[in-house]
């Protein structure tokens, strides 16, 4: 019901634009977040829009990415600037919160979310 497109290879330093479409559903404003999960490691939250339509993000990307969205369009994006090697991983997009979050870090919890795309990949 979510498919995320816009991965790729880039050089350190590079750019990519993570694009997800929803199909079948309809994004809230809220409740919307980004997510990558590197070979080995745990998927770990990197960008998110909470309940009050402010933008949560991860330290490790915080000044380099940034998250929007068009709710017309049922899209929501990831803008990653900066790459680096570190930054590889699969990128998924999430949707529709199961619960009531507050802290940034309920936004970062995968099982919080209902709808997942299948993922794009991203090598920095």
């Known amino acids: 019901q979510l498919v995320e497109s816009g991965g790729g290879s880039v050089q350190a330093g590079g750019s990519l634009r993570l694009s997800c479409v929803a199909n079948g559903i309809h994004f809230r404003s809220y409740g919307l977040a980004w997510f990558r999960q590197a070979p080995g490691k745990e998927r770990e939250g990197v960008a998110a829009f909470g309940i009050d339509d402010s933008t949560r993000y991860a330290d490790s990307v915080k000044g380099r990415f940034t998250i929007s969205k068009d709710i017309a369009r049922d899209t929501l994006y990831l803008q990653l600037n900066s790459l680096k090697p570190e930054d590889t991983a699969m990128y998924y997009c999430?949707?529709?919160?199961?619960?009531?979050?507050?802290?940034?870090?309920?936004?970062?919890?995968?099982?919080?979310?209902?709808?997942w795309g299948q993922g794009t990949q991203v090598t920095g």
């Open positions: 999430a949707s529709e919160l199961r619960t009531y979050c507050s802290a940034s870090s309920c936004y970062f919890i995968p099982s919080n979310y209902r709808y």
